[in-house]
T-cell receptor, first 116, second 111 residues
Framework: AQKITQTQPGMFVQEKEAVTLDCTYD???????LFWYKQPSSGEMIFLIY??????QNATEGRYSLNFQKARKSANLVISASQLGDSAMYFC?????????????FGSGTRLQVQP | DAGVTQSPTHLIKTRGQQVTLRCSPK?????VSWYQQALGQGPQFIFQ???????QRGNFPDRFSGHQFPNYSSELNVNALLLGDSALYLC??????????FGPGTRLTVL
């Protein structure tokens, strides 16, 4: 069975600084995908970034980058130059096999608060 | 490009009642998944529909059922509502190797 672990219930960061949100995973499937989502207080789950298990390079999307360490089974999210609008819950998720037709397993989330 | 849409936004029901939630997938997507997110927790997978059939199911009782229509839209039905069914219900859509995108959710309150 797949499992996602997010050990940081809450994080604080100063505006304009970088922050790393931790995520470790467990799966026996050699092919999988890792996701990060942002959930503001409104509730909508917003896709941020995706990393496939066979991707050679770490994924980047604007201010978001995914620090993928396959041997350690970690997929940390790095947000550079934090903004006040980044305050939200952040969820790490994975799905087995690299197909959109598979369920996602989510972690328990990290609440990020950006301070001015 | 239309994203994932869900209706209604909010819903209040009483114990024992039945509820139907609706979802239209993102344009071009043919697979719909439903998730339940209790307060303070991560989303839990309920089931997934593809080609009008339930393809995967999470650890949810038979009170939770669904349907997918030929236009790929989907419904989630919950019978005999319990207080513990109060949650945010998220609909996600995907296709092939595409990323799963989510709608704004339906917040269900059971009194």
């Amino acid at each position: 069975a797949q499992k996602i672990t997010q050990t940081q219930p809450g994080m604080f960061v100063q505006e304009k600084e970088a922050v790393t949100l931790d995520c470790t995973y467990d799966t026996s499937d050699p092919s999988y995908g890792l996701f990060w989502y942002k959930q503001p207080s409104s509730g909508e789950m917003i896709f941020l970034i995706y990393q496939g298990s066979y991707d050679q390079q770490n994924a980047t999307e604007g201010r978001y980058s995914l620090n993928f360490q396959k041997a350690r089974k970690s997929a940390n999210l790095v947000i550079s130059a934090s903004q006040l609008g980044d305050s939200a819950m952040y969820f790490c998720a994975m799905r087995d096999t690299d197909t959109g037709r598979r369920a996602l397993t989510f972690g328990s989330g990290t609440r990020l608060q950006v301070q001015p | 490009d239309a994203g994932v849409t869900q209706s209604p936004t909010h819903l209040i029901k009483t114990r024992g009642q039945q509820v139907t939630l609706r979802c239209s997938p993102k344009s071009g997507h043919d697979t719909v998944s439903w998730y339940q997110q209790a307060l303070g927790q991560g989303p839990q997978f309920i089931f997934q529909y593809y080609e009008e059939e339930e393809r995967q199911r999470g650890n949810f009782p038979d009170r939770f059922s669904g349907h997918q229509f030929p236009n790929y839209s989907s419904e989630l039905n919950v019978n005999a509502l319990l207080l513990g069914d109060s949650a945010l219900y998220l609909c996600g859509s995907g296709m092939g190797t595409d990323t799963q995108y989510f709608g704004p959710g339906t917040r269900l309150t059971v009194l």
